[in-house]
């Protein structure tokens, strides 16, 4: 089907750039494009964030980010604090921006290098033209837009990065977008610092990927599990996260945590991770796995020590009772 615009509803005109239409139609937020519109409709006229936000809907703050693109892809040209309209000349063949391979900077088999503090930041009119070169990065803008709504610039160069610096390969950060959106985590450095855990562990195929999603899904699950039985308001911090990350390892069933936790509680009244794991420690070391197992151990100690002390007028040394069940 095509379309042509309705002329009759012209009045005054004004221009839009080739290079917005060719260039940056598929980069561009509707936001940044609002704005633009807004602008170009004020023929150069200096206009403030507030003064966009009031006329586009925009927020004053993303008004300023979308007037921070328009300067970076030189569409627009400061004056003073507001933004100006630079006159328009059509463009020359966009610059080339040499991209390097993952193969060239991140050999297969290879151990990562440390991920650099501070990433690269290129430029919108950049980001464009990689798109264009590698179909791979077109890609991952695509899948990412249709995961997590239309990408900032800060996400649009967290995507070249994991791609280009850490090599992970394009199946393989589409299926880091679909955890994270699954979990609600859509922060880029949280998912940074996965796809960091990811290169340095060599998960770098689709197989590899998914097994690893399957287990940190798991282990999270666990984790809320864990986390409703102690009663606890905030996330574990990371000592506690790696105190249930070893429980789950060695194979301590929620219900045996829940018994160790109830000890905890009974005998110094406060929930301690380091208290219950020595408690769960003494009971593997005694072949204990199961409650009824610990509750069994209890009960014949009760009776066999009420029968050395039969005829005695004195109670069960609660203490010493203590020490042979939890063998501290």
Same mark, same amino acid.
């Given at each position: 089907?095509?379309?042509?615009?309705?002329?009759?509803?012209?009045?005054?005109?004004?221009?839009?750039?080739?290079?917005?239409?060719?260039?940056?139609?598929?980069?561009?937020?509707?936001?940044?494009?609002?704005?633009?519109?807004?602008?170009?409709?004020?023929?150069?006229?200096?206009?403030?964030?507030? &003064? %966009? #936000?009031?006329?586009?809907?925009? @927020? +004053?703050?993303? !008004? *300023?980010?979308?007037?921070?693109?328009?300067?970076?892809?030189?569409?627009?040209?400061?004056?003073?604090?507001?933004?100006?309209?630079?006159?328009?000349?059509?463009?020359?063949?966009?610059?080339?921006?040499?991209?390097?391979?993952?193969?060239?900077?991140?050999?297969?088999?290879?151990?990562?290098?440390?991920?650099?503090?501070?990433?690269?930041?290129?430029?919108?009119? &950049? %980001? #464009?033209?990689?798109?264009?070169? @590698? +179909?791979?990065? !077109? *890609?991952?803008?695509?899948?990412?837009?249709?995961?997590?709504?239309?990408?900032?610039?800060?996400?649009?160069?967290?995507?070249?990065?994991?791609?280009?610096?850490?090599?992970?390969?394009?199946?393989?950060?589409?299926?880091?977008?679909?955890?994270?959106?699954?979990?609600?985590?859509?922060?880029?450095?949280?998912?940074?610092?996965?796809?960091?855990?990811?290169?340095?562990?060599?998960?770098?195929?689709?197989?590899?990927?998914?097994?690893?999603?399957?287990?940190?899904?798991?282990?999270?699950?666990?984790?809320?599990?864990?986390?409703?039985?102690?009663?606890?308001?905030?996330?574990?911090?990371?000592?506690?996260?790696?105190?249930?990350?070893?429980?789950?390892?060695?194979?301590?069933?929620?219900?045996?945590?829940?018994?160790?936790?109830?000890?905890?509680?009974?005998?110094?009244?406060?929930?301690?991770?380091?208290?219950?794991?020595?408690?769960?420690?003494?009971?593997?070391?005694?072949?204990?796995?199961?409650?009824?197992?610990?509750?069994?151990?209890?009960?014949?100690?009760?009776?066999?020590?009420?029968?050395?002390?039969?005829?005695?007028?004195?109670?069960?040394?609660?203490?010493?009772?203590?020490?042979?069940?939890?063998?501290?």
């Amino acid at each position: 089907m095509e379309y042509t615009a309705n002329s009759g509803i012209w009045g005054t005109m004004f221009g839009v750039p080739f290079v917005v239409a060719d260039n940056f139609l598929k980069l561009a937020t509707g936001d940044q494009i609002k704005v633009l519109l807004y602008l170009l409709r004020c023929s150069g006229r200096p206009c403030s964030d507030e &003064e %966009i #936000s009031r006329n586009t809907g925009v @927020s +004053p703050s993303d !008004a *300023a980010d979308a007037v921070l693109f328009w300067q970076q892809v030189n569409v627009i040209t400061p004056q003073g604090n507001a933004p100006e309209m630079k006159q328009i000349i059509q463009p020359a063949q966009p610059v080339h921006t040499e991209v390097p391979l993952v193969q060239e900077t991140v050999p297969a088999k290879q151990n990562i290098a440390p991920a650099p503090r501070r990433k690269q930041s290129f430029t919108p009119s &950049e %980001i #464009s033209e990689m798109m264009k070169e @590698s +179909p791979d990065i !077109a *890609a991952l803008f695509k899948a990412a837009e249709g995961t997590f709504g239309a990408l900032n610039h800060t996400q649009q160069n967290s995507i070249i990065w994991m791609y280009n610096y850490l090599g992970l390969k394009k199946e393989v950060i589409f299926v880091l977008f679909g955890y994270c959106r699954d979990i609600d985590k859509t922060n880029p450095g949280y998912i940074e610092k996965i796809a960091c855990s990811w290169a340095e562990n060599d998960i770098n195929t689709l197989n590899a990927a998914q097994n690893e999603v399957e287990r940190m899904r798991t282990a999270k699950e666990f984790s809320n599990v864990i986390m409703k039985m102690f009663e606890m308001e905030k996330s574990p911090t990371p000592k506690q996260s790696e105190f249930i990350a070893s429980w789950k390892n060695a194979g301590f069933t929620p219900e045996l945590i829940k018994l160790a936790y109830e000890n905890t509680l009974d005998n110094i009244n406060k929930l301690s991770f380091d208290y219950i794991n020595k408690i769960l420690l003494s009971w593997r070391n005694n072949g204990y796995t199961t409650p009824q197992q610990v509750k069994a151990a209890e009960d014949a100690y009760r009776k066999d020590h009420t029968s050395s002390r039969r005829g005695k007028n004195s109670e069960p040394d609660v203490e010493k009772y203590k020490v042979v069940i939890n063998k501290f």
